[in-house]
């Protein structure tokens, strides 16, 4: 069994994963983008049961392009998003991938709203496409 950790960076709030992840998707959304603070946001979901958070959390709502909603979970100390709960996909959780800090976290394979992608951005190989 894969166990992976996904922490904030002063290491006060963690996630601890005991599965592979069930989709890990890369995310062009206006929302996404501005969380990030990228031009993009990779993110991985893992079934709730197969995901241990330690530590304090602050929560704050987060509504997608679509309308979709989702509660973010970060850490009150250095503002980090470390896991988040989307209302779409109920017994999911959602962990952004660089919170893993691995280089060698699975690729994503689903890319979302990607109508709003960067012309510079490109994608994996093997990624599915929207057309």
């Not at 963690?14 to 990779?42: I, N």
């Amino acid at each position: 069994m894969t166990i992976r950790t996904a922490s904030c960076t002063c290491g006060q709030l963690a996630a601890t994963v005991r599965a592979e992840p069930v989709r890990v998707s890369v995310c062009h959304c206006l929302a996404c983008q501005r969380r990030s603070g990228s031009a993009f946001a990779v993110q991985a979901q893992f079934p709730a049961d197969a995901v241990k958070v330690s530590g304090r959390s602050t929560a704050y709502v987060r509504i997608g392009d679509g309308g979709g909603r989702a509660r973010f979970h970060f850490c009150p100390v250095c503002g980090d998003s470390v896991y988040y709960v989307p209302e779409a996909r109920p017994g999911l959780v959602a962990l952004p991938v660089g919170a893993f800090a691995g280089p060698g976290f699975p690729p994503p394979t689903v890319p979302v709203y990607e109508e709003r992608r960067h012309p510079r951005v490109g994608l994996p190989d093997g990624i599915a496409r929207i057309a």
